[in-house]
């Protein structure tokens, strides 16, 4: 058996592998936003998202982890050429429905030929099976699909495979303790062979949550009872939510709370499939706490008094939240709060090294404040240590981190006695 990398081997996003055995499976198919691999390159280049390598060989089906756009954003292109079987989670399923039709929504307004159409949706979603938690199904002759739950996200999973006599566990995105809406993923897990496993968070320790929690809400609390507005970029897809919880949990609601962009359907779709979060009744106050914006023209009116904006891209890379800066960061009263990741090379990475961002290919420097807290959904270093001792692998693959992280991780794996590799896209290992 051989394992292909096509996408995320020494970087985060457009993750991608490919399992050729007796029958051939895709792991994920995302997309890398931003290929610019550095924020000082020419400013007027377009940001643009980019797709792992081209899949090559006949697949038997694709194993899709969470809806994450670095993960799911580029599967209908898969069925450009015909059908194959899309295994994963009704919840993922709905949560990547919204993210295609928003990637073609977005080619239409910037006149751009979109990476695939709507047939190709249509098709990814004929061929979709679900698959229920911690059940194995057969998926081909000899082949035997489990689902873990991943504690990232609504129907993100961990999926353990079984084919030619080996078991392979590629993790996704995985959270290891318990976040404010989802209890962490999996614990009762079976030893693999071979692990592929994110490594996003793999130079750090988190800070505890009820700490982090703490500052954030008096950093927000400062701005809004100094008469400030605080912005919050956040991903349509658990951050938004998350914050929501976070500021309802703390009584912040005594200035209007607004959510903006994608975060609104997202919300919804989380709503529907309620089993993924931990306390859906304290989500569901929550998500009651807060007051959609619907139409354009409401933006100017909420901005003339203090308020906090929840509002995509979380990266800074288009959406509303440039409206926002764009109206409120030269007021220094205000806060900007970035609260996720930030890759390499996308506007918010630029805002936190060089405090500007670009805004319709303008450099911009807000006087607003800019401050970060990381709120991650993903593991850290003790978490994977511990998860990798659980499934205890032959072999681990390290992917989905910066170069940096990915190195240094799997020279510690090796010093614990623990075989490793860092693919880069485009290498092939045997699995022997
Ligand atoms: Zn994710
Ligand atoms: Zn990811």
Redesign the pocket.
């Known amino acids: 058996m051989k394992l292909q990398c096509l996408g995320?081997g020494q970087e985060?996003?457009r993750?991608a592998f490919l399992l050729k055995g007796h029958k051939n499976f895709l792991f994920d198919y995302?997309l890398k936003l931003n290929p610019r691999t550095k924020y000082t390159e020419d400013i007027s280049t377009k940001s643009q998202a980019e797709p792992p390598l081209r899949v090559k060989d006949f697949i038997d089906g694709t194993i899709l982890s969470?809806a994450?756009?670095?993960?799911s954003g580029a599967i209908p292109l898969l069925y450009k050429d015909g059908r194959s079987p899309l295994f994963s989670t009704d919840a993922t399923l709905d949560l990547s429905n919204l993210l295609w039709n928003d990637t073609l929504k977005i080619a239409g307004y910037e006149k751009e030929e979109p990476l695939f159409n709507e047939n190709n949706i249509f098709d990814a979603n004929e061929s979709f099976f679900n698959i229920k938690l911690r059940t194995p199904i057969e998926i081909e002759k000899d082949v035997n699909l489990t689902f873990f739950d991943a504690g990232h996200i609504p129907g993100g999973v961990m999926s353990y495979l079984e084919m030619d006599s080996k078991s392979i566990m590629y993790t996704?995105?995985f959270r290891y303790s318990e976040s404010f809406l989802f209890k962490g993923c999996d614990k009762k897990l079976p030893k693999v062979d071979y692990l592929i496993t994110?490594t996003?968070y793999a130079l750090n320790t988190h800070l505890s949550r009820k700490n982090i929690e703490k500052e954030f809400i008096e950093e927000v609390k400062e701005c809004i009872d100094n008469g400030g507005i605080v912005i919050l970029p956040a991903f349509a897809i658990e951050r938004s939510q998350e914050l929501m919880y976070i500021l309802y949990a703390h009584k912040v609601n005594y200035v209007p709370i607004y959510l903006d962009g994608m975060g609104k359907m997202a919300t919804n779709i989380f709503k529907e499939h309620s089993k993924w979060i931990t306390d859906i009744k304290k989500f569901k106050r929550a998500t009651e706490s807060v007051e959609y914006i619907k139409k354009h023209t409401q933006r100017k009116k909420i901005t003339q008094k203090p308020c906090i904006i929840i509002t995509t891209a979380g990266m800074l890379e288009g959406g509303p939240v440039l409206g926002y800066i764009e109206a409120l960061g030269d007021d220094p009263k205000n806060k900007i709060i970035l609260t996720g990741f930030q890759v390499d090379g996308t506007n918010g990475r630029r805002l936190l090294d060089t405090n500007k961002l670009l805004i319709d290919g303008q450099e911009y420097k807000p006087k607003a404040k800019i401050c970060k807290f990381s709120f991650s959904a993903?593991a850290d270093k003790k978490e994977l240590d511990k998860f990798i001792d659980k499934v205890n692998p032959k072999k681990v693959f390290c992917v989905?981190g910066d170069k940096e992280a990915v190195i240094s991780y799997k020279r510690d794996l090796i010093e614990r006695g623990i075989d490793a590799e860092v693919p880069t896209n485009g290498s092939t290992f045997d699995l022997d």
Do not use: K, W
């Open positions: 995320a985060v996003g993750s995302g969470h994450h756009l670095d993960h996704g995105d994110e996003t993903h989905h």
